[in-house]
Structures are given as C-alpha cells and as structure tokens.
C-alpha cells in the first residue's frame, strides 16, 4: 500500500469510527453513505481499533481534515481549529458540534478551572456533554443575561457543577434600565469573574428562521427584518454583526445585558461552536471581526468558508 492508499484509508477508518460511535449509525447506515459493503466497514472499524485510531477518543488527522484546519487558521489567524466529519444523515448538526466541542474542551480542562460560555443551543449542549465527561470540578459563567436561557435540562448532569448567571433579562426594557442593572453589584460581579475564565464558549447565531433568538421568542420576525434591513448577518452574544464583524448600533442593542463584543476579543481562548449553511455568512464575519482564537466546525462547513472571496 503506497503513502496515498494509506491517507485515504486512515480517513475512511476515522470517518467510519466517527459515525459508529459517536453518532450512533449503524454499520449498513455507514456503508450506504460511503458507498462501501457493510463488511468493509466492519473490517475497517477493527482495523481502527487496532492501530489506535480509536482509543478512548477518536484520533483522526486525514490529510482532507488537516488541509482545511490549516487553510482556516492562514486565513482568518486562528490559534486553532478542530473540524469534524459531516454527518449527511443528520439534521441535527448542533448536537454533532457539541459532542466534537466537548471533546476538544475536555482535554484542556484542570480542576477548579472557570469557563465563560454564551446563550445558545450548541453551547447549552457542549456543556451537558461536559457535565458528563469531564471529573473535574469546574465552574461556568454566563455571558449574557437572561437566567432561564442557561438553565439546563432536567436530565443534565450540569446541575452538578457550578453555575454563576448574571441575575437579569437579556434584553431590558429601556436602555436606562438596562445601564442601570449592568450598574448592580451582582451583575458587576459576574462581569469580573469573565475577564479571570480560563476560556470562553460562544455560539453564533444566524439570521434564518430556525435562529435560537428567534424561536425563543426573544426578538420577533419583525426586529428580524429591520436587522436584516440594517445589515446584519448574524449574532454572536445576541450582539448583531455585519458582514465585516462590525456591531450593528441598534436600540435593541442598547438595551441588551450582554457582554461586550470588544472585551470578548480580549478574553483567552474564545471557542466559536457553530456549522450549517445558514451560518456560514455568520461565521465568517464572526471571523472576520476577530472574536475568536479557536473554531469548531464540520467540514462542510470549513470548506464553505475556504471558499468565500
């Protein structure tokens, strides 16, 4: 087998490895979306298993996978970038990221470490899956108001770490109240705690119907089309950027409790956790705006992003 055939099987085994066992399909599911026999796929995944490919983690470098890391951290200066397979099956694409988040995160978490993580459904979800797999003992703080966003489901382990939230509504309902509660001892306490966090965890938010804000009944479908009007492509801290990464000054904005988009480009290792083509335009200005050290994506999406001027 020469160094070609070897390339492409190690990324056919840790794709392969990558769908069995952390999105559950099957070995017939597999092969249908490989174009492989069911037995080639069960070869595979014990081939896998004894060259190491599959350990207690998946350890996957494909030359594909490397070559788009690479190309999106040249492009838009990242410190690091983790690109997983896409699941074509799948539609649910967030819960795919929040698995592939918590595994990165997992690995560069030490005990009694503070986390700052965001409103949103892929960050809600990586941290479900950390309460699962993560022993240490670590505490998270919220970036944003809005304490019921944050809470996590009934059937998380999350209750068991530590949850600091800043007590307030996201959006206030005047720009004096708002400058008034970010002026609250409470809330001036948890903005201390940010700036100390040993990393950031945010989501970003698109401007299609199926946007968190938007189903949460946070915003309505007519502050959608004024944004839309005004240029925005997208959310990060339900602060609304264009396509260059520049806030939207709008008075819904004055209103929000959320942490400020230039102090969040201050903060260490700041994890976007974000694919799907509704997002792309997103990400990229999210990028762009310089908001991020780190990336965590599918390759669809990483691809996507390549190829945009």
Not at 38 to 58: H, P, S, Y
Not at 236 to 248: A, E, P, Q, T, V
């Amino acid at each position: 087998m020469d160094r070609t055939e070897k390339e492409f099987e190690e990324s056919l085994m840790a794709k392969i490895a990558w769908y069995y066992y952390l999105e559950n399909m099957t070995q017939q599911s597999i092969a249908d979306i490989l174009g492989i026999s069911r037995m080639r796929v069960i070869k595979l995944l014990d081939k896998a298993r004894e060259t190491g490919i599959v350990q207690f983690q998946i350890r996957a470098n494909p030359s594909k996978r490397i070559e788009l890391e690479q190309s999106l951290i040249q492009k838009y200066h990242l410190k690091d970038i983790y690109v997983v397979p896409t699941n074509p099956n799948s539609e649910d694409v967030n819960e795919t990221i929040a698995k592939a988040a918590a595994m990165y995160i997992s690995n560069r978490i030490s005990d009694n470490c503070f986390i700052n993580f965001g409103y949103g459904d892929t960050p809600s979800r990586t941290l479900n899956h950390l309460a699962t797999n993560v022993d240490s003992t670590v505490s998270y703080v919220s970036l944003t108001g809005g304490v019921r966003y944050y809470l996590p489901n009934t059937q998380s382990n999350i209750f068991n770490a530590k949850l600091y939230l800043m007590p307030s509504p996201l959006i206030a309902s005047s720009q004096e109240m708002a400058e008034a509660m970010k002026n609250e001892a409470s809330i001036q306490e948890i903005s201390s705690m940010i700036k100390l966090a040993s990393m950031t965890i945010v989501g970003i938010g698109s401007m299609s119907e199926d946007a968190t804000i938007l189903k949460s009944s946070i915003l309505t479908q007519n502050d959608f089309i004024l944004l839309r009007m005004q240029g925005a492509v997208g959310d990060i801290l339900s602060h609304f950027i264009d396509k260059d990464g520049n806030l939207i000054d709008t008075e819904i904005d004055s209103r929000l409790i959320s942490t400020p988009l230039p102090l969040l480009r201050e903060l260490n290792n700041v994890i976007g956790v974000a694919a799907g083509e509704s997002k792309i335009s997103a990400i990229n200005a999210t990028l762009k705006g310089k908001y991020l050290d780190i990336l965590i994506t599918d390759e669809n999406t990483a691809q996507k992003l390549i190829d945009l001027d």
